[in-house]
């Protein structure tokens, strides 16, 4: 008989349903029961793509006995840390705070109301590993609660009394360094000063750290297991871009070739799995998670615009083309997650024998296909093969004496009759829930690489994705989070509104569409009255209005995914540059300087606000395109603005006779009814370009000045 979780949207909860455990999501029919009974709270957090949470559960949720137990003596709440990334926040930190580590399933035991007492992450079915088994974790934690119960009251006081206040560097700018909110602070220096005076050292220490950390020979940060961490390569390119800094770009390039190489990367299908368990990018963690798809494409983009390496090129368009193909719902968001798992076995929908590959392509061609992406008899994975190209295509053509071209030529149909193949397997499951921070990630990819590479059909699906998120994930003019089979819930948090303001204004920037400049505004403004709070000078991660937990959830940290923190300064900064904002830009540069002591001490977990803090010290090349959006020649206008790397850049322009109200706008006029452009930079502008060559020469001339 399935339980509660049935009734749920979720499809990691949904997976949960027929468990025998008496399963509640986080509602106030849980809390309520938890305080009436007074029974401690079991709190499961995981996601669908996780892959000891399924073991967890095949051990323990599936498992009457234990479910006896569970039910017993806990109200048992099963949560989706992707839905709910404010309870996610809170009870991680308490793990971490308490054990000294974290991950997922985590499984936390509360008080009644809610505070943290206890918890850990996977426990075994039996003790093994010198860990002790579930069940016994529950007899020992019910019999505490009971004859202990002040101890775990007290102990879970001074835990939240931790909790609530502010890490110590963290959101806070020193008082010895506390500016007033206007231009003459504390011993004469503003806000704008001391970003000035400390923000080009901060930037140059976190350079300087993860040089230190950097993997020379296979690129990345750390010995293994590796992550792909985007953001931290975006800061390196804003970095080089501000300083011509040649171990910046090295690194990144380094990095995105080898990972894009390597075993992270689905060859035949496009898209990059979670993460590498080796420092090669050889082996890794096979689920394919939206955000970081949509993230990297973006890096992988920025890469191609400085290079024109057309590697990088093909890493963005078969990124792309993937969430395109298998990660797109219908009505035009994009889905969340696929699996590692199927038939039971991590990544067996994604590797190969040598015997099935020449099954496939004939003999001649499956030797070629095995030399190029190391596929043996021995295997480098569980006795099989994932794909990988240990060699560039310029080495195999040297070595097999066959162009270049031709080797690319016939890799790519074995690709394609491997990949046909390679659908008639079991696919891993496939998390269909669609989350606005997530799909701002892939839109905002989606315009930019629209006019880069000249992909319309890129701009026409972002443009969809846009429409159907304001459209479905809004009600009463405030976003919803999550959406699933026509049903939208959950208030959005500060990285859906942020996330989603910031590619709509990428989007605006792409088509000069004044409502895509107009929604990014509001967003905007939505930012700052439902989370900024101006006597503290932060941003928090829920709206003033949500619901009340235990603490207010905080995180100025990228985790995965860059912070909600990091992409309100960067929209507030963006608005500030399009409206002439300087209440948006007072706010950015606060919550900023809040973060420069942690920043400091903890650069790799800061990328997202790096790059912003690189925005806010650099002045904005700004483009007036004026004309027809839909004309050939304004499209050709506008794929020039993309075409090299130019991240302080803000375009706007459009049709004359629909212009929003801009200061960059204002006395700019079409030249004898034909299109016109103006590129300003550091000040001065340009007189009035009236050909696509002159525009392209005047960015190229502003790339340079972008850099020293």
């Keep these: 008989m399935a339980n509660r979780l049935a009734k749920e949207t979720s499809p990691y909860l949904q997976q949960h349903a027929e468990n025998p455990v008496d399963w509640f999501p986080w509602d106030d029919e849980a809390l309520s029961k938890a305080r009436e009974e007074d029974k401690p709270i079991l709190l499961s957090i995981g996601y669908s793509a996780c892959h000891w949470c399924h073991v967890m559960e095949r051990e323990s949720f599936e498992d009457e006995g234990t ?26 930190r308490a793990l ?12 936390a035991f509360l008080t009644p109301d809610g505070r943290f007492f206890y918890g850990g992450t996977y426990f075994p079915p039996e003790p093994r590993f010198g860990m002790p088994s579930f069940k016994q974790v529950l007899a020992t934690i019910s019999s505490a609660f009971r004859t202990r119960r002040q101890e775990i009251e007290e102990g879970s006081d001074k835990l939240l009394g931790v909790l609530r206040g502010t890490p110590p560097g963290v959101g806070r700018i020193p008082e010895d360094r506390e500016p007033s909110i206007s231009s003459g602070g504390r011993g004469g220096e503003g806000v704008e000063n001391l970003l000035q005076k400390e923000g080009p050292g901060l930037l140059d220490q976190a350079a300087r750290y993860l040089a230190s950390q950097f993997d020379p020979t296979h690129g990345g940060f750390g010995p293994a297991p590796k992550f792909p961490q985007p953001v931290t390569l975006e800061f390196l390119l804003r970095y080089h871009d501000r300083t011509s800094d040649p171990k910046a770009l090295e690194m990144v390039l380094t990095t995105l070739r080898c990972m894009g190489r390597g075993g ?33 494409a973006r890096i992988y983009l920025h890469a191609f ?41 991590e990544g ?42 240990p ?46 921070s997530w799909n701002s990630f892939v839109l905002r990819s989606l315009a930019e ?51 989603l303001g910031n590619a709509l204004l990428t989007l605006y920037e792409a088509t000069l569409d004044p409502r895509w400049l107009s929604e990014g505004r509001d967003l905007a403004n939505q930012v700052v009255n439902l989370f900024w709070e101006e006597e503290e000078g932060l941003f928090f991660d829920s709206a003033k209005d949500g619901e009340r937990l235990v603490v207010r959830p905080r995180e100025a940290m990228d985790n995965a995914t860059p912070s909600g923190n990091s992409m309100a300064v960067e929209l507030l900064l963006r608005t500030s540059s399009f409206f002439g904002s300087d209440d948006h830009r007072r706010i950015a540069v606060r919550a900023l300087l809040a973060e420069f002591e942690a920043a400091s001490r903890f650069p790799s977990a800061f990328g997202r606000f790096l790059s912003a803090t690189a925005t806010a010290l650099t002045p904005p090349t700004e483009v007036v395109i004026l004309g027809d959006p839909k004309s050939e020649e304004m499209a050709e206008w506008l794929s020039i603005t993309y075409q090299r790397y130019l991240p302080a850049k803000v375009v706007a322009g459009g049709n004359p006779a629909n212009l929003p109200s801009l200061p960059l706008l204002e006395g700019r006029e079409p030249a004898d009814g034909r299109p016109v452009a103006y590129v300003c930079k550091d000040f001065t502008c340009s007189l009035p370009l009236t050909d696509s060559e002159e525009l392209a020469a005047e960015l190229e001339r502003a790339t340079g000045t972008t850099r020293g």
């Design 305 to 345: 615009q400085i290079t024109r390496d057309p590697e990088f090129r093909d890493f963005v368009t078969s990124t792309l083309d993937y969430l395109l193909t298998d990660l797109r719902d219908p009505a035009g968001g994009f889905y969340s997650a696929r699996d590692a798992d199927s038939e039971g076995e």
């Design 348 to 389: 067996l929908f994604y590797i190969w024998r040598p015997n099935e590959v020449n099954s496939v392509i004939g003999e001649e061609e499956a030797g070629l296909f095995c030399r190029s992406y190391d596929v043996t008899e021995s295997g480098n994975f569980e006795g099989q093969n994932i794909l990988h190209l």
């Design 67 to 92: 479910a006896a137990l569970m039910n017993q003596h806990f109200v048992n709440i099963k949560v989706d840390r992707e839905e709910r990334p404010d309870l996610d926040s809170i009870y991680m």
């Design 96 to 107: 971490q705070a308490t054990m000294g580590r974290g991950g997922w399933p985590l499984t």
């Design 391 to 436: 060699r560039s295509f310029d080495s195999l053509s040297e070595s097999a004496g066959v162009p270049v071209e031709e080797i690319r030529e016939r890799l790519e149909q074995s690709r394609e009759a491997l990949r046909i193949e390679r659908e008639g397997r079991e696919h891993p499951f496939r998390d269909e829930k669609v989350l606005v």
């Design 264 to 296: 992270m990367r689905d060859h035949l299908g496009g898209g990059f799995h979670r993460y590498s368990v080796d420092e090669r990018w050889l082996v890794p963690h096979f689920e394919k998670m939206l955000y970081d798809n949509g993230l990297l």
């Design 449 to 499: 690489a629209a006019l880069a590479l000249d992909r319309p059909d890129y701009l026409e699906a972002a443009l969809e994705t846009a429409g159907f998120l304001l459209e479905f994930l809004r009600k009463d003019g405030r976003l919803l989070r999550s959406w699933k089979d026509g049903k939208s819930k959950i208030p959005a948090f500060l990285e859906d509104y942020a996330g």
